[in-house]
């Protein structure tokens, strides 16, 4: 299971290798790995403008949301046409697919 830090222990790690601490020494003297804290850089910079090769925050979230949104929207739709598939059965709209045409 992954670890959640808080969101200040983030913003406490970012601002040390900002001022000059390796993520590497970070991590020996943390827990979060190195890979991780250059990460949560990353993030920050992304945030903050420093850099252009990704989404911010803000962003990433809504892309989450949006594909969350769109999973359950196909999901509602395959539910859908197989209730009219049913029902038009029962009011024998259509021919069962087994019966001869």
């Known amino acids: 299971m992954r670890t959640r830090y808080p969101p200040e222990f983030r913003e406490q790690m970012v601002a040390l290798a900002h001022a000059g ?3 590497k020494e970070l991590a020996r ?3 979060p790995s190195e890979q991780t804290i250059r990460n949560w850089i990353k993030q920050a910079d992304l945030d903050s403008g420093r850099r252009a090769d990704g989404l911010p925050t803000g962003e990433r979230d809504e892309v989450r949301r ?3 949104e769109v999973r359950q929207l196909k999901l509602e739709r395959e539910i859908l046409k197989k209730a009219a598939v049913w029902f038009a059965r029962e009011t024998k709209s259509i021919p069962e697919s087994d019966s001869p045409s």
Do not use: G, I, N
């Open 21 to 23: 601490r390796s993520p």
């Open 66 to 68: 949006l594909r969350r």
């Open 29 to 31: 003297e943390f827990e």
